[in-house]
């Protein structure tokens, strides 16, 4: 007969130890420790496979037990149980090892599966977004490491970077690193949500809850049942959406909207958000919810802009060439020394989003060589050793202060329409196949192109 897998229960509370015992003694050989230091002793005794350790511990706590632990033994999956609010602790004792945690009171028809879960998600996978997300400097590697450390645990967490430093794709990889990973990934971009609408949107509604309802229709969150919710730009979400999504988290269950009996939907998922923006400043403007954000947020991943991951233009400018010449069957092309230099004076506002972009319309225009005249005229304007931009553009004197988020709004502006334009004239593509091109939805390239003519006609 095969010998079950050892586990050892750190809890002093003698209720959960008999609960957990009977939860886990078919599948697990059970011992049961009621301190840290006994715990510590039966662990050396006993050596087993698995450990659940409580943080709240008379004289020696949790993480001064799980530091032993991991002394003694690196390799040793511990997974903490928290009470309700200690979720920084919990997040501290993964930084320290710890594989993941569970927060009482614990759900005992799940903790079998979740356990499962996790030891699945110990084998190392290939990420498919990694492939995506190019880049080896410090500070992306820096990144990469909290992603492997936390992805395979229930953690929520915060993307916080400019736009277009990859947070859908890291959202992605987080995701593919969990035990959901079986589960939906479902990004929800609560930029483009109409406010009047969002909560509707997210929780759906009954049979007449307002006027128009005309059926029941479910919310986009139920989507995301037993995998993982992506909040993207989650900081433009109302007030009153956020009390919801309080709710949805602290009860793992919502109520549409005009719902008669108030009984809650049930739901199983992780969240990840993300925000281009500070919360904290939105919190100090009352327009966040401080509860919200530290539900939301277990742990904040930076991610670096494009300007601050040294050596990383590079290796990104040769990734999209790369992909260029398959693409557009050009294989002998190649970056100008004078568009490199160009490139690596630019502070890319919009990061790897914009240099993917520009990259992508200069490699149709050009021949062998994308070369300065391929490029947007702001990049040209901004690399000038003395450069008065045109006059449409945002100016300051040396005694004003300057706007810096005005001049990124206009230079992004500018370069929609240069690219826009190139491709029209070097190209004759039909709207459809400019869209695809620019990687834009049809109808966002039609209003582009209206604003475009309003322009010109002015």
């Known amino acids: 007969m095969p010998q079950l897998p050892g586990l050892l229960i750190i809890d002093d509370d003698p209720e959960i130890q008999r609960i957990l015992d009977s939860v886990f003694s078919p ?43 991991k002394k003694t033994s690196q390799d040793i999956l511990v997974i903490i149980m928290s009470a309700y609010g200690q979720i920084q602790t919990a997040v501290q004792a ?35 977004a990694r492939d995506q997300i190019v880049g080896e400097s410090p500070a992306m590697l820096g990144v990469w490491r909290l992603v492997e450390q936390f992805g395979p645990t229930d953690v929520p967490i915060l993307l916080q970077g400019e736009t277009g430093t990859g947070k859908e794709l890291f959202a992605q990889a987080l995701h593919q690193i969990s035990k959901r990973a079986q589960g939906p990934l479902v990004p929800i971009d609560c930029g483009t949500l109409p406010e009047q609408l969002a909560e509707s949107e997210l929780f759906g509604y009954e049979d007449g809850a307002f006027t128009g309802a005309g059926r029941k229709k479910p919310g986009k ?46 739901l199983d998922v992780r969240f990840l958000s993300a925000t281009n923006v500070t ?16 539900r939301l947020n ?21 990734h999209f060439l790369s992909q260029s010449r398959r693409e557009h069957r050009k294989p002998e092309l190649e970056i100008s020394t004078e568009c490199m230099e160009i490139f690596r004076s630019y502070p890319w506002p919009g990061n790897v989003r914009e240099l993917r972009r520009m990259l992508e319309a ?15 005229a702001y990049l040209r304007e901004h690399h000038r050793p003395s450069c008065d931009g045109p006059e449409s553009a945002p100016s300051a004197g040396l005694t004003e202060p300057i706007d810096l988020k005005q001049i990124k709004e206009w230079a992004g502006r500018e370069a929609e329409r240069h690219v826009i334009r190139e491709l029209q004239k070097r190209t004759h593509a039909s709207r459809q196949q400019l869209a695809r091109i620019l ?13 475009m003519n309003a322009k010109a006609d002015s």
């Open 27 to 69: 599948s697990y050989s059970v011992r049961q420790a009621s301190s840290g230091e006994d715990g510590l002793a039966q662990f050396q005794r006993l050596k087993p496979d698995l450990v659940l350790l409580d943080l709240m511990l008379p004289q020696m706590g949790g993480l001064a037990v799980l530091r032993a632990l």
């Open 94 to 128: 993964i930084q320290w090892g710890a594989a993941d945690y569970f927060e009482k009171p614990l759900d005992n028809e799940k903790l079998l599966d979740e356990i499962d879960k996790i030891l699945a998600a110990r084998i190392p996978k290939k990420l498919a």
């Open 221 to 266: 969150v139920t989507w995301a049942n037993g995998g993982t919710l992506f909040l993207d730009e989650i900081g433009v979400l109302s007030l009153g959406c956020q009390a919801k999504l309080l709710r949805l988290i602290e009860q793992q269950g919502f109520v549409p909207l005009g719902a008669r009996d108030g009984r809650l939907n049930r």
């Open 279 to 294: 919360l904290r400043e939105a919190l100090e403007k009352g327009a966040f919810r401080e509860d919200l954000y530290h």
């Open 298 to 318: 277990g742990l904040t991943i930076a991610l670096p802009p494009l300007r601050e991951r040294g050596g990383d233009l590079e290796v990104l400018c040769r």
């Open 362 to 376: 200069a490699a149709v225009m050009a021949d062998r060589a994308i070369l300065p005249e391929h490029l947007p």
């Open 439 to 451: 990687g834009v939805d049809p109808k966002t390239l039609r209003s582009r192109l209206k604003e």
